[in-house]
Every structure is written in structure tokens, then in C-alpha cells.
């Protein structure tokens, strides 16, 4: 099946620092690309939509500013957590769809960001 | 707009009972419906997924899941549970309205006792 591998898993910094999240797309090419916050014991928040070449959709809610999305190609997204806060703390998804075909949505692995 | 109820946060199950978690959905067109798992600290796995034709939908573990249109449904069960089927569920729907973007339940933790 296809694969979707995110990096870092775990990632803990500072405050006021910056932290980037990769998920990458490993054996297809995917056009669109979601990424989800996930809180402790609930269930996946959508985040954003990336699409490869133009700017992410965010849901209502989410600051811009803050988490900045980046496609710039057939097989990668970036999330940054701009001066990332204690609040910021969470479970990152991202998750992938292969190009033209939209019946499934591959997950990657998460990432555990820890704001100190 | 499409949405998913996933009834009971927590399961409990003796190893080797019968597991029964249970989703329903809301849509306008027939959905695209699917189970994922997921472990601790662990993105999603599919599990299983119904789009179109046979409404009984076989996937991995041992799991399966029938598509009941009249009732909105989309429960997922397995036979006899194992210790390792311990995780938060989750069912989902998309293929709504022009969008593929799925849309998840709030989630069910399953707990197997020994």
C-alpha cells in the first residue's frame, strides 16, 4: 500500500522557537495533502488542506500565521509552528491522497510537538 | 454536509468476545465509509473501507464491517477479540457534497481485559 512517512516523530523545544513537521509521500504522487491536530483522548481536528503548488485552505479557526503549510512539490508538505507556544503542544497527522484518485487517505506516523 | 457519530467513547471486552463498535453516518449520496485504528503515539491504519458494491466489507485483523444504507450505519466487529486489537477507533466518511476530505468520528477506545 502507499506510504506516508512524517518526520520528526517527537520533537520538543523552547517557546518563541519555530519548528517544522515533513510528510512526505514515499511510492505515489499526491496532489493534495491534509494536515490534522490531534488533542489527548479526542479525535482528529482538520487543520488545513495543501495543495501541491498553490496555498493551503484553512479551516475556520486556524491562524495562518501560525502554521504555515508548504507543497512545493508532488510528494511534500511542510507544516511550521511558527514561535511555537506551550498551547501548540499537540499531535500532528498528516495525511495524503494519491493523485486522482480519492477513495482513501494514507496516514503518516504523527508527530509529538512538545512546547517548553 | 456529512457527519459520523461513533456511539460510546469506551469499549470493554473480554479476550476472545465478540467486538462491536458501532458508527453511524449522515449523508445526502451514498458515502465512501471507512474504519481506521490507531495505536499510541501512532498516525491512522486502515482498517477498512466500503465505497461501492458488496455492502459486507472485509479488512485486515480480522475485522469486518457491513454498509446499511437504511439505517445509516456502519458498525465494525470482529469475532473473538485479542489483546493486541487494544486502540482508539475511528470511523469515517467522505465522498459528501463534492468533497473527499473525510470527516471523523470522535473516536472509540477499545479496552480487551485478559
Known amino acids: 500500500g502507499a506510504v506516508v512517512s512524517q518526520h520528526p516523530s517527537r520533537v520538543i523545544c523552547k517557546s518563541g522557537t519555530s519548528v517544522k513537521i515533513e510528510c512526505r509521500s514515499l511510492d505515489f504522487q499526491a496532489t493534495t495533502m491534509f494536515w490534522y491536530r490531534q488533542f489527548p483522548k479526542q479525535s482528529l481536528m482538520l487543520m488545513a488542506t495543501s495543495n501541491e503548488g498553490s496555498k493551503a485552505t484553512y479551516e475556520q479557526g486556524v491562524e495562518k500565521d501560525k502554521f504555515l503549510i508548504n507543497h512545493a512539490s508532488l510528494t511534500l508538505s511542510t507544516l511550521t509552528v511558527t514561535s511555537a507556544h506551550p498551547e501548540d503542544s499537540s499531535f500532528y497527522i498528516c495525511?495524503?491522497?494519491?493523485?486522482?484518485?480519492?477513495?482513501?487517505?494514507?496516514f503518516g506516523q504523527g508527530t509529538r510537538l512538545t512546547v517548553v | 454536509a456529512q457527519s459520523v457519530t461513533q456511539l460510546g467513547s469506551h469499549v470493554s471486552v473480554s479476550e476472545g468476545a465478540l467486538v462491536l463498535l458501532r458508527c453511524n453516518y449522515s449523508?445526502?449520496?451514498?458515502?465512501?465509509l471507512f474504519w481506521y485504528v490507531q495505536y499510541p503515539n501512532q498516525g491512522l491504519q486502515l482498517l477498512l473501507k466500503?465505497?461501492?458494491?458488496?455492502?459486507l466489507v472485509k479488512g485486515i485483523n480480522g475485522f469486518e464491517a457491513e454498509f446499511k444504507k437504511s439505517e445509516t450505519s456502519f458498525h465494525l466487529t470482529k469475532p473473538s477479540a485479542h489483546m493486541s486489537d487494544a486502540a482508539e477507533y475511528f470511523c469515517?466518511?467522505?465522498?459528501?457534497?463534492?468533497?473527499?476530505?473525510?470527516?471523523f468520528g470522535r473516536g472509540t477506545s477499545l479496552i480487551v481485559h485478559p
Open positions: 469515517a466518511v467522505s465522498g459528501t457534497g463534492g468533497s473527499y476530505i473525510p470527516t
Open positions: 495525511s495524503a491522497t494519491q493523485t486522482g484518485i480519492h477513495t482513501e487517505a494514507f
Open positions: 466500503y465505497t461501492t458494491g458488496a455492502t
Open positions: 449523508s445526502s449520496v451514498p458515502p465512501y
